[in-house]
C-alpha cells in the first residue's frame, strides 16, 4: 500500500487549501483513513479520521469548525479541506490508512501560514 499526498502549500492566514491523498495497492473495503500534523519541534497530532463509510470519528479539537475531512472510495482518496487557516496550523501534514491491523502513511505535504 502506497500513500501520495498533495496540496500543501504556503498562504495566508484566513485562507484555505485543501489536502489529497491518493491510495493505492491491496486496498480493502473496510478502512480508517485520516489525516495527522506535526509542527517543528512538537509531536505527531492526529487532525481528523474517517471510516470507509463515510462516518467522521473525531476530528482535533482546534480544527474543529475550520477543517473537513472526506473521501472517495471509488478513488481510494481522502481529502482535508482547510478554512480560516491559522498560523499555528503550519505543519507537516501526513495521511495515514489503517486497515486490518496494519497502518501506512504518506511522505507527508507541508503546511505553512503566514500571519
Known amino acids: 500500500v502506497q500513500l501520495q499526498a498533495s496540496g500543501g502549500g504556503l498562504v495566508q492566514a484566513g485562507g484555505s487549501l485543501r489536502l489529497t491523498c491518493v491510495a493505492s495497492?491491496?486496498?480493502?473495503?473496510?478502512?480508517?483513513m485520516g489525516w495527522y500534523r506535526q509542527a517543528p519541534g512538537k509531536q505527531r497530532e492526529l487532525v481528523a479520521l474517517?471510516?470507509?463509510?463515510?462516518?467522521?470519528?473525531n476530528y482535533l479539537d482546534s480544527v474543529k469548525g475550520r477543517f473537513t475531512i472526506s473521501r472517495d472510495n471509488a478513488k481510494n482518496t481522502v481529502y482535508l479541506q482547510m478554512n480560516s487557516l491559522k498560523p499555528e496550523d503550519t505543519a507537516v501534514y501526513y495521511c495515514?490508512?489503517?486497515?486490518?491491523?496494519?497502518?501506512?502513511w504518506g511522505q507527508g505535504t507541508q503546511v505553512t501560514v503566514s500571519s
Open positions: 495515514n490508512l489503517n486497515q486490518r491491523g496494519s497502518s501506512y
Open positions: 495497492g491491496n486496498i480493502f473495503s473496510s478502512n480508517v
Open positions: 474517517i471510516l470507509s463509510g463515510g462516518g467522521v470519528l
